[in-house]
């Protein structure tokens, strides 16, 4: 091993492993349909089991539609325009990136924040296609006119009629979406599936890991640990503040919960870093790509333990930011806004 192993080490590696073992207890207890919570109004992808032909006939509380996959939180907001959000945004991310590529090579790849970058990348390609594919249903999918099914959802939106022209037009508007996208859901209200599974951890997992990235960045390595690899200029500038833009953005569109739980997830991407950089100095690379990574010095259990306890309020900033958008928008916007919980 070229890694030299020092007695302190040890309590380094009993952090990491300590965050990882916490994480998927953390997991077991929240994730599996025996340990829910019915208060809550997110819970698990995994709470609820379809039938044998696919469909979830009894939607528990726990269930997340595949709908808020897709669907925009504003009412007037087509869902074809977060199909394009996330689509530029992607577009843009793969151009820094690309750029970044360039100008470093392959290497640069040893940093978390183009592990946190390619990330966000992913949620976006996968929050595009799942997009488009939902919008392709729902539009592709006829509305029985006379059916009993249809005719119940619209009897229910003429029983929301009230005076107000302008509130009545509101939800009229509204009506006509869940009319159509109530029978595609025949097609498409599976359960979220292993994608929705996957684009809601990714999701959960990037709010944490960019407001993580750019704080250090901004709050420590632009004023204490600047070198010609770390230093500030126009990319690494941009590349530490487009990724949380463009998904404070995409939050501020979707339907995503951000339940406090899949902490678990950001915890384990930051672990899966760790245990990566130490395999690397194991084979022979020679320097760290981040000073308070290194494992030779007798300050490492203390920049170890406190990159671990930064995980929380980072974590806490970003589900604050959601929370946010839950309780101030719809006093804002009353008419034109659905909370997504």
């Known amino acids: 091993m070229a890694l030299v192993v020092y007695w302190y080490d040890f309590i380094c590696f009993s952090i990491v ?53 897709w669907t925009s939180c504003w009412i007037r907001v087509h869902p074809v325009w977060l199909v394009v959000t996330r689509f530029v945004s992607f577009a843009v991310m793969a151009g820094f990136l690309s750029w970044d590529i360039v100008e470093w090579d392959a290497s640069i790849f040893v940093y978390y924040t183009e592990w946190t970058f390619t990330l966000v990348m992913v949620y976006f390609a996968l929050g595009t296609a799942i997009s488009v594919y939902g919008c392709w249903v729902c539009l592709s999918t006829p509305l029985p006119e006379n059916s009993a099914r249809g005719q119940s959802v619209k009897s229910e939106v003429e029983e929301g009629r009230i005076a107000n022209s302008a509130t009545y037009h509101e939800k009229n508007v509204w009506g006509k979406i869940k009319l159509q996208s109530h029978y595609a859901q025949e097609e498409f209200q599976k359960r979220a599936g292993f994608w929705g599974y996957l684009l809601q951890t990714i999701y959960q997992t990037c709010g944490g890991a960019v407001i993580l990235t750019d704080i250090i960045f901004w709050l420590v390595i632009v004023p204490f640990l600047s070198n010609s ?113």
Not at 281 to 297: Q, R, V
């Open 17 to 69: 492993a300590a965050a990882f073992v916490g994480s998927l207890w953390v997991l077991w207890r929240k994730e599996g349909a025996s340990r829910c919570d019915d208060e809550s109004a997110y819970e698990s992808l995994l709470a609820a089991r379809p039938d044998a032909d696919g469909f979830v006939r009894a939607t528990p509380r726990a269930h997340v539609g595949s709908n808020q996959l």
């Open 229 to 341: 690899h770390l230093g500030l200029n126009m990319l690494m500038g941009c590349m530490h503040t487009v990724n949380a833009v463009l998904l404070i953005l995409d939050t501020l569109l979707n339907s995503l919960p951000f339940p406090w739980f899949r902490i678990a997830y950001f915890v384990q991407w930051s672990c899966l870093y760790v245990v990566f950089q130490w395999v690397l100095h194991a084979c022979g690379f020679t320097w760290w790509p981040y000073p308070f990574l290194e494992l030779n010095t007798p300050w490492a259990p203390l920049w170890y333990f406190a990159i671990a306890v930064l995980h929380i309020p980072c974590y806490g900033v970003y589900a604050l930011i959601v929370k946010a958008k839950n309780s101030i928008l719809p006093r804002l916007f009353p008419h034109d806004f659905v909370r997504s919980y």
